[in-house]
């Protein structure tokens, strides 16, 4: 009964690969997000979708492209990675954007890039 | 623009002790929401508390307790009787209510080391 689930958890890959993370929550929730936890823990949102419409996206590079199918699913999918990507990827999901509620995050999937 | 600080970086304690989180921040607007998560060792954040700006009540969970002072634009986190299991890094967060793309400001993050 996972709220928000990401795939996969650790991802470690090579300089100038493409590579995908997936996202799911089953919170019955309107908005997803993406966010980045660089190595002093400093997490900043990269994106943010709507019933599978993007409302949020930050200045970040455009090799990072989000995708989603349905509003259960938001997956980010990086083009050309660099090292400067390594990071800890947070997904989270809340109810209709703009409302007080709270976020809920996934379990973070840490990319290496090497 | 607004912006959430956490002045206090790194916290030790021992066990059984009380232990305060301070949280500052910063926004122009007058309807604004504040945050507490958790972030243990395990790495996944943990929701802790919302605060709505027109509500200054403060709040008691357990041994956890928040204190909201509008007048000093402050949401402090006090931990009473402290445990091992309490080590975790605690973010407080803001979001503005201004619609459909409100964003979520974090602060840098504060992290408690319990020994035991």
């Given at each position: 009964d996972t709220a928000v689930s990401q795939t996969p958890k650790y991802l470690?890959?090579?300089?100038?690969?493409?590579?995908?993370?997936?996202?799911?929550?089953?919170?019955?929730?309107?908005?997803?997000?993406w966010y980045k936890q660089d190595s002093k823990k400093f997490l900043k949102i990269m994106f943010s979708y709507n019933n599978k419409e993007l409302i949020i996206n930050e200045t970040v590079p455009n090799r990072f492209s989000p995708k989603s199918p349905d509003k259960a699913h938001?997956?980010?999918?990086?083009?050309?990675?660099?090292?400067?990507?390594?990071?800890?990827?947070?997904?989270?999901?809340?109810?209709?954007?703009?409302?007080?509620?709270?976020?809920?995050f996934g379990p973070g999937t840490r990319l290496t890039v090497t | 623009a607004q912006k959430v600080t956490q002045a206090q970086t790194e916290?030790?304690?021992?066990?059984?002790?009380?232990?305060?989180?301070?949280?500052?921040?910063?926004?122009?607007?007058?309807?604004?929401?504040?945050?507490?998560?958790?972030?243990?060792?395990?790495?996944?954040?943990?929701?802790?508390?919302?605060r709505n700006s027109f509500d200054e009540q403060n709040e008691i969970s357990g041994r956890y307790s928040w204190?909201?002072?509008?007048s000093?634009?402050?949401?402090?986190?006090?931990i009473t009787a402290s445990?091992?299991?309490?080590?975790?890094?605690y973010f407080c967060a803001l979001r503005a209510y201004t619609g459909a793309n409100s964003k979520l400001t974090f602060g840098k993050g504060i992290t408690l080391s319990v020994r035991p």
């Amino acid at each position: 009964d996972t709220a928000v689930s990401q795939t996969p958890k650790y991802l470690v890959t090579q300089m100038g690969n493409d590579k995908s993370i997936k996202c799911e929550q089953n919170l019955g929730h309107d908005t997803m997000y993406w966010y980045k936890q660089d190595s002093k823990k400093f997490l900043k949102i990269m994106f943010s979708y709507n019933n599978k419409e993007l409302i949020i996206n930050e200045t970040v590079p455009n090799r990072f492209s989000p995708k989603s199918p349905d509003k259960a699913h938001l997956n980010l999918h990086i083009n050309s990675l660099e090292l400067g990507d390594s990071a800890v990827y947070f997904c989270a999901s809340s109810q209709v954007p703009g409302s007080p509620y709270e976020q809920y995050f996934g379990p973070g999937t840490r990319l290496t890039v090497t | 623009a607004q912006k959430v600080t956490q002045a206090q970086t790194e916290i030790s304690v021992v066990e059984k002790e009380d232990v305060t989180l301070d949280c500052v921040y910063e926004t122009r607007d007058t309807t604004y929401y504040l945050f507490w998560y958790k972030q243990p060792p395990s790495g996944e954040l943990v929701f802790l508390i919302r605060r709505n700006s027109f509500d200054e009540q403060n709040e008691i969970s357990g041994r956890y307790s928040w204190n909201f002072q509008k007048s000093t634009s402050s949401f402090n986190f006090t931990i009473t009787a402290s445990q091992v299991v309490d080590s975790a890094v605690y973010f407080c967060a803001l979001r503005a209510y201004t619609g459909a793309n409100s964003k979520l400001t974090f602060g840098k993050g504060i992290t408690l080391s319990v020994r035991p």
